[in-house]
């Protein structure tokens, strides 16, 4: 039963081909949108739990304690949370603009308007 | 004691400047300050680049942080040209900006796009400044980010659906590197590059070090948009405005090769990822594949912009192509080429700029007769397209020149037919502006288009004329482009 | 939303803790958990219950456009303040040892200064970002 003891990987990829296959396969674009974070939170819970000490506890330190989880992973996703924020942010205004001059957040009906997309 | 500071200000510069913008809100002075900081950086860049030459390897500690554990910032041949390069198209597009801008994007958003200018040269700087790994991801975004902003500013409508594809294709891009970070630090415990490529032989034959490997080449070929990846590229380049898409063109891709170039040789090193993992026989076939399809996409394009978006696709199947050989004269073929092809395509995409600026369009419809109504203008696109070719005396001779040499060392001489082979295909597209342009006659109604502004010429023929200065004069981009593919090579082995 | 009292009355209720919770993520940030990215976004939410609740033409009165660009500015053009600022005393860029006599203190200085630029930045970034989505297609 190895393969069951790192099911957490099994969750990270699970969550990224669910938040892919949205990005794919969804003609609307808010619905990439939303798959686009579901791919990027699976990896954030990829860094989260890879700093995961048996054992240990919240990186604050305190003479009670001996073991911590190792605190920089956690401290690069922050960074990656606020990029992800941004590109969401941005990525939602392109869609009301998209939508001011379209009238449609369709990806095939935008196709069909602009032949370019 | 300034110079010791010089990587972080690299960066911190730009960086810093891109809020003072935002604060004074105006469009006059947030275009002399980005005038001002992008020549700074261009100034440390020629600092950085003469320093490293003559003392070797340059590295900062931020926060004073020791490097495994801080961030480190290390120049060193390959990174100082790279920082040049950027700096350097920073500068002359600048100079070209003012009234292309005001043609093109709307009062109140001026400020606000000089502001996001800087904070996409900080980002590409940033990348090519650092020595760590995730810090690279930060600035990668960072330039992405802002490039997304500055492609939507465009007029077209279809600016806004290019800007979300990209972001779309961008941010894919992204999190696979970060993936592939995060792999790496799982396997060795460290983000720093130099530690990396020290810790990396240890576990090298694990499976988790090639996912790291997978994810990484995957992503950064997202970024680059090496043939099968470049679908976001055509659109954003050919609808954002004319300073953004000269900026973009000479700039983000190169910047993505260079992350292409120290992943591989630097944090892998050379032996493990092309022995082991067989990068060349995957690599090799894309970049020739990327270099005909787009050329011959290229030439059934009707919108200027987006053929010589096709072509920037070939040009960068020609750089992975000497980047895949993994020889001295490959890769010095790869960077030579790196630079080279920042010139032509910044000086095009600049003499388009001034079309657009006249014309309002890049179709080729349009083009009827202005060679002759626009001379100038239309002998830089001449001179930029020979360079193109790859006709002597242009910086676009050399870089051929040094791949068909890498191609014949490796005994692969049909590699070097295919290169001659490409090289004609260019010529067809770029024949086709000179005919429209200057054998057919102008339409006899429209009102008389005449020059572009002198203020728009002279950056454009700045960059025209260095292709040509360095296609002739080829001791300094040869002679650096050398050294670093020796340090790439010598460095990982 | 002029009649829903319960909400109006809550949020009153409600608004003046998230504020103050955020300063104290913020401030405590050196100590326990928090610091500026937290403390700013609990900031911003404050600002955007308030919009939500009455009206963002309202909480524009309060926090003014201009005023919340600035403050973007000026978080970001803090937080480099200090790596210059160090640099000038001698020590690398964002070094904060060099920024007082006695190194920990320095740094305790700097981190401060750091997060408090964090802070107002990422609050303003907040505020903004609502008011621009929120004020589309009215005006």
């Excluded at chain 2, 972080?8 to 005038?35: D, E, G």
């Excluded at chain 2, 320093?51 to 931020?62: N, S």
């Excluded at chain 2, 032996?271 to 020739?288: C, G, K, M, R, W």
Aim: positive net charge.
């Amino acid at each position: 039963m190895a393969w069951l003891g790192l099911y957490n990987y099994w969750v990270v990829i699970f969550l990224m081909m669910a938040g892919f296959y949205a990005v794919i396969t969804r003609g609307n674009l808010v619905k990439k949108i939303v798959g686009l974070n579901l791919f990027q939170t699976s990896v954030f819970i990829l860094y989260i739990s890879m700093s995961k000490v048996q054992g240990g506890t919240a990186p604050i330190v305190d003479n009670e304690f001996a073991i911590y989880s190792n605190p920089l992973p956690h401290v690069l996703i922050l960074t990656a949370i606020v990029v992800g924020v941004a590109t969401t942010a941005l990525g939602l205004a392109l869609v009301v603009r998209i939508r001011e001059s379209y009238g449609t957040v369709e990806e095939d009906e935008i196709h069909h308007l602009d032949k370019s997309f | 004691m300034i110079s010791q500071h010089l990587p972080a200000l690299q960066v911190v510069i730009p960086l810093l400047t891109a809020p003072v913008c935002l604060l004074f809100n105006n469009a006059r002075v947030a275009w002399i300050l980005s005038l001002v900081a992008s020549s700074v950086a261009l100034v440390i860049a020629a600092l950085l680049l003469q320093q490293v030459l003559t003392v070797g390897i340059l590295t900062y500690e931020i926060g004073g942080w020791a490097a495994p554990w801080g961030i480190e910032y290390r120049i060193d041949p390959v990174n100082a040209f790279v920082l040049l390069i950027v700096a350097a198209i920073g500068t002359v597009v600048m100079s070209f900006a003012p009234r292309s801008v005001a043609s093109e994007i709307p009062e109140q958003q001026i400020a606000l796009f000089y502001a996001a200018y800087l904070l996409c040269l900080a980002g590409l700087l940033g990348i090519a400044a650092t020595g760590d790994a995730f810090n690279l991801f930060v600035f990668l975004e960072i330039s992405s980010l802002s490039s997304y902003v500055l492609i939507s500013l465009g007029r077209d409508r279809r600016a806004l659906t290019a800007a979300f594809q990209y972001l779309i294709m961008g941010t894919i891009g992204a999190t696979f590197i970060l993936i592939g970070v995060g792999l790496l630090y799982m396997m060795t415990g460290t983000l720093n590059m130099a530690d990396l490529a020290k810790r990396l032989p240890l576990v090298a034959d694990t499976r988790t070090v090639a996912a790291a490997l997978a994810f990484l080449t995957v992503g950064i070929s997202l970024k680059l948009a090496l043939f099968p990846l470049h679908l976001w590229l055509p659109n954003a380049y050919a609808f954002a405005p004319s300073v953004v898409t000269a900026f973009i063109a000479a700039t983000g891709t190169k910047v993505a090769v260079y992350m292409l170039l120290r992943f591989l040789f630097t944090v892998f090193g050379a032996t493990l990822s092309f022995e082991a993992v067989l990068l060349p026989t995957i690599l090799l076939p894309l970049s020739l594949v990327a270099v005909f399809s787009a050329s011959i996409v290229a030439i059934f394009q009707d919108n200027i912009k987006r053929m010589l978006a096709y072509s920037s696709v070939a040009q960068i199947g020609y750089m992975i192509l000497g980047l895949s050989f993994v020889s001295v004269t490959g890769l010095t073929a790869c960077i030579l080429h790196l630079f080279n092809h920042a010139l032509m395509k910044g000086g095009l995409f600049l003499a388009l700029g001034c079309v657009v600026y006249q014309l309002g369009s890049a179709d080729i419809s349009k083009f009827a007769g202005l060679g002759r109504r626009m001379p100038w203008t239309f002998a830089a696109i001449v001179v930029g397209g020979l360079s193109l070719i790859g006709v002597p005396l242009t910086v676009g001779f050399i870089s051929k020149w040094y791949l068909v040499l890498a191609a014949l060392e490796s005994g692969q001489w049909w590699v070097a037919v295919l290169v001659l082979i490409g090289s004609l295909l260019a010529v067809v597209y770029m024949w086709r502006i000179v005919e429209v342009a200057f054998f057919q006659p102008a339409p006899r109604q429209g009102s008389q288009r005449r020059e572009a502004p002198l203020s728009l010429l002279l950056p454009t023929w700045v960059l025209i004329g260095a292709n040509i200065f360095f296609g002739i004069n080829t001791d300094l981009t040869v002679g650096v482009a050398q050294r670093a593919a020796v340090w790439l090579l010598g460095g990982a082995s | 939303m002029r009649h829903h009292l319960i909400l109006r009355i809550v949020a009153k209720l409600l608004i003046p803790p998230i504020l103050l919770f955020a300063l104290y993520v913020q401030f405590h940030g050196d100590f326990g958990p928090g610091g500026g990215f937290q403390a700013g976004v609990i900031f911003g939410a404050g600002f955007i219950l308030y919009a939500l609740i009455f009206g963002v033409e309202t909480a524009k009165k309060v926090a003014q456009p201009e005023i919340v660009r600035v403050m973007v500015a000026v978080g970001v053009l803090l937080y480099g303040a200090v790596g210059l600022v160090s640099l000038l005393l001698g020590g690398s860029y964002l070094d904060y040892s060099v920024l007082a006599h006695d190194p920990v203190r320095g740094q305790h200085l700097g981190i401060f200064i750091i997060e408090l630029g964090v802070g107002i930045t990422v609050a303003a970034v907040m505020i903004t970002i609502f008011f621009t989505f929120a004020s589309r297609g009215r005006s």
